[in-house]
């Protein structure tokens, strides 16, 4: 008989990914720019991170018109991003055929205790985390694919790094410890006891872990691949760059080849100028994307 | 013959890392290949799963088409799976341009609909497993068979898994299970070709 919605046919989804850029898109033409130059999917929005936060108020599921339109113009995955919290928004983007929901914190949450039961759903979600207890929450919700959350549409790559390298220490850390040590740490993380002791035995995440929130230039995508990053995704660094398409292959190709230093060296020069940066310590704590999320 | 046995997996994109794990677990070296002087010395290729447009465009950036399409003639076996079928297949429907134009067969992608209707299910293959874990991932499927293609498993009556020669073409990812029949299948392939060498 055949399934669909299992979680192999899900995480493998992710899987497929691996290695990949999924850029943020606000209309068809930009899709087909990052299409054209290489993206593994492509995430349909009615702003970039950093516009959304230019424009205050409350930032919602984008416009379906828009997401129609990504979904017609590229054959490859798009993603569409629902408010933390709210299902119903997902089982629109669902019913759109959709191929990957982000629960994301770059929206207002419309939940502020209760994330998505993503287990219900036929298509796969995709959520962000900043520590080991966040991410394996996710996944204990049905989330196939996890993300750093960094600090989305500032440009800056400092929160990525933080929450990639902490997620990857931890993993270390409960990998070494002894079986009997595990309960109490997963009290301590808040995370599900099968879930840490599944990384016990593996030494590695269930599902896969893209960074996310502040990549800009190639050599910030190489860098997040160093860290153990499985793939990159690209909110607002692409098209608010001087030169999308040209810096859209450019990120592409360092998160293919991110130890050929020389390649990267060359990807890098006459790029034009990435998007403008924000220092995190200039946000005020409510202009902080990655506190949103339990 | 000194040494392990070598097989390559193509690394620019996608399920890479499963297929190396399953090429150790059967007793061969595998190589991650991302560039043309990583295809010396290998005796097979696995193309894997991923986003086609996307490896296809990082095939054609560094020049790995021709030094593929060597391997191929120097009688080398190829496998690809998924995004890898689509690499391999000589024609795409809705595409003008083929990427490695091997295998004598024209693929739809995306056949089965969204990523909502990617599905697994259990198939008989020839000459591998009455029931073979299948796992299909916005899957191709193949809609026209050249004569020298042999069929070796269809799904709703449509085919999804050919042998052509040292070439096999797979719309499931059989790297994403335990069950490595279908890998030990290719590299009875890749170690008769060794054997048959001078």
Redesign the interface.
Known sequence: ??????D??KR??A??????VIMDVVNAEQAKIA?E?????VMALERVPSDIRAAGGVARMADLTIVEEVLKTV???VMAKARIGHFVEARLL?SM????IDESEVLTPADEVYHIDKSTF???FVCGARNLGEALRRVGEGASMLRTKGEPGTGNIVEAVRHMRMMQSQIRKVTGMSRDELMTEAKELGAPFELLLQIHETGKLPVVNFAAGGVATPADAALMMHLGSDGVFVGSGIFKSSNPAKFAKAI??AT??FEDYALIAELSKDLGSPMTGIEISKLAAHERMQERGW | MAGKTKVGVLALQGAVREHMQIMEQLGVEPIAVKTKEQLEGISGLIIPGGESTAIGKLLRQYDLRGPILDLHAEGKPIMGTCAGLILIAKHIQENDEAHLPLLDVTVQRNAFGRQVDSFEADLPIKGVAEDFQAVFIRAPLITRVGEEVEVLSTVRDQVVAVKQNNLLGISFHPELTEDTRFHAYFLHMVQDKIEKQP
């Open positions: 008989m055949a399934q669909t919605g299992t192999r046919v493998g989804m899987e497929m990914q691996k290695g990949g299409e130059a290489g993206a593994v999917a054959s490859i995955p669902e055929g959709v191929d990957y036929t298509v796969p592409v190709q293919t080849h």
